[in-house]
């Protein structure tokens, strides 16, 4: 089912154009199939680059910005710096003294991010690529070009995922290392990806949250399920269970079954736009709408038709986008003052891991790392968490 539609609110020109892009990441619990789709494929052109490693040891000094519990952190260490391409970042600039860049390339304003045991994913909206590292940046792989603005990234079963911000925009996956791309749905304006062990869905503007089967077969080639009225639907994620959402207009926090035609809103926030989910609770962020500051906010999850019941984990946030947990701390960037906080998973105090960047955007984690895009200054950047 392939609609053709006027994107709400924007221009995808002027979107890339500015640098200003707004992206969240959202997880999505459970893994995938190894399944074939039976969309068109075609042969990634694959390309390993050699990456340069500077050993740096750097202290450095980050003071809470505000919000419940905000603290002054210091903290010391010594990383491994590597990058493909340039150096640096946006007018030579490094992203921080104890950082480790993953990746710097002038123009590739990455957003999407992912990353796994082995190996970080992400975007280049700018560049048109989808892009695998290893962990410290080293041994880069190209494992797409000519992408028209990707976007999301998602990485479960053996392979990668990604979605297109553009209105010839198609839904496809490679395998991790790179080989064939297999085209999964048409889809013009996806937002945010969620991968599950049958299906995958997607947000995508103006107004839907999609749903096909992971081998690609859906009603006239496109999405088998499209639940519209969701305006500017954002971040998406799942528990195995259960899909939950955000919608960016009306301010919106979705659920629902495994079909996101049966939905219904048990909270709302100020232009909330990115969710997880872990077995207990729901996390969340708003931007907020100026000059309202934004928040980070937690809740347990609801049953039945239950509403959320929210827990202010950090308010006065300028900002915040992307958010990540694991098991006892919540981490989000905040796009507004170029800082990247984390704060215990049940509320207290604030910390910044990392100010001093331009527009980060998506944050991932594993178990040492804090991992965050910032496409305003063309970087992926690490830090200890």
């Known amino acids: ?85 340039s150096t640096g970042g946006a007018g030579g600039m490094g992203p921080c ?24 994913y992400w975007t280049n909206s700018g560049s048109n690529e989808v892009m695998q590292a290893k962990l410290d940046g080293t041994s880069p792989v190209t494992l797409a070009t000519g ?31 790179g080989g064939v791309i297999t085209d999964i749905a048409n889809s013009a304006a996806v937002r945010e990806v969620c991968v599950g062990v049958k299906d995958i869905w997607w947000t995508n503007d103006p107004d839907d949250v999609q749903q096909i089967p992971l081998d690609g077969t859906g009603v006239d080639g496109g999405a088998l399920v499209v639940a519209t009225g969701n305006k500017l639907a954002n971040g998406i994620t799942s528990d195995g269970a259960d899909l939950y959402w955000v919608n960016r207009e009306t301010g919106e926090i979705k659920r629902s079954d495994l079909n996101p035609l049966n939905s219904y809103a048990p909270g709302s926030g100020d232009i ?47 900002a915040p986008h992307g958010i990540a947990i694991d098991a006892t701390h919540v981490y989000w960037a905040n796009s507004g003052d170029g800082t990247i906080h984390k704060a215990p998973i049940g509320g207290g105090g604030d910390t910044v891991l990392v100010s001093g960047q331009m ?16 496409p305003k200054a063309d970087l992926v950047v690490r830090a200890l968490k």
């Open 1 to 85: 089912m392939n609609r053709s539609r006027t994107f709400q609110g924007l221009s995808v020109a002027l979107f890339a154009a500015t640098g200003g892009l707004a992206a969240a990441f959202a997880g999505c619990g459970g893994g995938t199939t190894g399944t074939t789709s039976t969309g068109a494929a075609t042969t990634s052109g694959d390309a390993t680059v050699t990456s340069s490693g500077a050993t740096t040891t750097s202290t450095s000094t980050s003071t809470g910005a505000g919000g419940s519990g905000g603290s002054t952190t210091t903290s010391a260490s010594s990383t491994s710096s590597a990058s493909s391409g």
């Open 272 to 318: 909330p736009w990115d969710i997880e989910v872990d077995a207990k609770s729901v996390y969340w962020t708003e931007a907020g709408s100026p000059p309202a500051k934004g928040q980070v906010s937690m809740s347990v999850k609801p049953t039945g038709t239950d509403s959320l019941v929210p827990v202010i984990i950090a308010s006065g946030q300028a």
């Open 147 to 177: 992408q028209s603005t990707p976007f999301s990234v998602k990485v479960a079963g053996g392979f990668v995922y990604w979605g297109s911000y553009s209105a010839t925009g198609v839904l496809r996956k490679t395998p991790i290392g």
């Open 359 to 374: 527009k980060p955007e998506n944050v991932v984690v594993d178990s040492k790392y804090v991992y965050w895009t910032d």
């Open 97 to 120: 003294p104890s950082c480790t860049v993953i990746s710097s390339l002038a123009g590739s304003a990455p957003v999407g991010l992912a990353v796994d045991a082995s190996n970080v």
